[in-house]
């Protein structure tokens, strides 16, 4: 029983889409690769019973079969060849010969319940998650409807910034947290749009994106996340301004090397001034902008990270700055990403 990939295109497919998936094995048992075969297609998969993710590749084989070999074995062989051969007891790539091993965990997935399709970059969300293992509640995004818009919604926050993306679709039961490293994945294995769904895995709640490339899954994780909302409810808006998000974000990417735990500051007139010093070094540079913010009482600039800055920002289009009544509450800016607030540096 044979799946062959037998052209140079298509056995550079089924390396990298190896690779991409080799990540999500099991490091607390035997490393596998599961490959199954079906007519016309041939998937590759790997799971560390927390997250998976799976490759689906055309393929000429006719036949079905099933089985799990060595991922580090099944990466290395695959850089090699992209025909396979299962004979029932190991799986030949071409000419290495890999035993099946035999009693891997297998998941038992339920039925999905369709909530929505990712329309874009799930960076956005996913920069605006905490790192910090010790919170793990701010490490996820927050997934559901709560009622602003009709369809999805998806907010995440490190306590700094806060991200919030719509999307379309319906959503069904209580909002669900996704881990952060899944949304990193949607882009890196699937690309494009996404459908996201709920799903059982082994009777526990999991989160899963599809598309036409594969799907990644992964378990949702428990607790319940801030209440996001009134932070946005309470922004009292004291002037706004609307500048091109790529020339905007190369000024500020500019004034940040400067230094890059110096924030950035912005200074409205006629023009927009983005600036930043440190020492002896200082940078200036102006734009154009729409709209217009006479700063504070006491202070008539204001100065964010610029890190967190750009990280609002889309690579065309334009972004609106709203900005709050108070320097100690956070600026709104939207773009076609969505929304974040960003928390203002005191300068």
């Not at 891997?104 to 329309?119: I, K, N």
């Not at 719509?166 to 890196?188: I, S, T």
Request: overall charge negative; hydrophobic content about 40%.
């Amino acid at each position: 029983m044979q799946v062959l990939t037998t052209t140079a295109v298509a056995q550079k497919a089924l390396a990298a889409a190896t690779v991409k998936v080799y990540r999500h094995r099991s490091r607390h048992m035997v490393d596998f690769i599961t490959v199954e075969s079906g007519p016309g297609s041939v998937r590759v998969s790997a799971t560390n019973l927390e997250t998976f993710a799976a490759i689906d590749l055309p393929a000429s084989g006719e036949e079905t079969w099933k089985v799990s070999v060595d991922a580090t074995m099944f990466r290395d062989a695959v850089k090699i060849s992209g025909d396979l051969t299962y004979t029932g007891e190991s799986l030949i790539v071409g000419g290495m010969t890999l035993p099946a091993l035999e009693d891997m965990p297998e998941l038992e997935w339920g039925p999905p319940e369709y909530a929505g399709t990712f329309h874009g970059d799930p960076a956005f969300l996913h920069r605006a998650t905490s790192s910090d293992q010790g919170r793990p509640i701010l490490t996820g995004v927050h997934i559901g409807v709560d009622g602003w818009f009709d369809g999805l919604e998806a907010v995440a926050t490190d306590s700094y910034r806060l991200h919030h993306a719509h999307y379309g679709g319906e959503w069904y039961g209580d909002p669900v947290l996704a881990p952060r490293a899944w949304f990193a994945e949607l882009k890196r294995i699937l690309g494009g749009d996404v459908t996201i769904s709920r799903i059982t895995c082994n009777n526990v709640d999991w989160i899963q994106g599809q598309s036409d490339a594969g799907i990644v899954s992964a378990r949702v994780i428990d607790g319940t996340f801030p209440n996001w909302r009134n932070l946005i409810d309470g922004h009292e808006e004291h002037g706004s301004i609307t500048v091109d998000a790529k020339q905007f974000g190369a000024l500020v990417t500019a004034a940040g090397k400067i230094d890059k735990d110096k924030p950035v500051r912005l200074t409205v007139g006629d023009v927009l001034t983005v600036s930043s010093k440190s020492g002896e070094a200082t940078y200036s540079a102006t734009m154009p902008i729409q709209g217009q913010w006479h700063g504070y009482k006491d202070e008539p600039a204001i100065a964010f990270s610029p890190s967190y800055l750009v990280g609002t920002l889309p690579k065309t289009g334009e972004a609106t700055i709203l900005f709050d009544e108070s320097a100690l509450k956070p600026a709104i800016v939207k773009s076609e990403l969505g929304m974040a607030l960003l928390m203002p540096v005191r300068l």
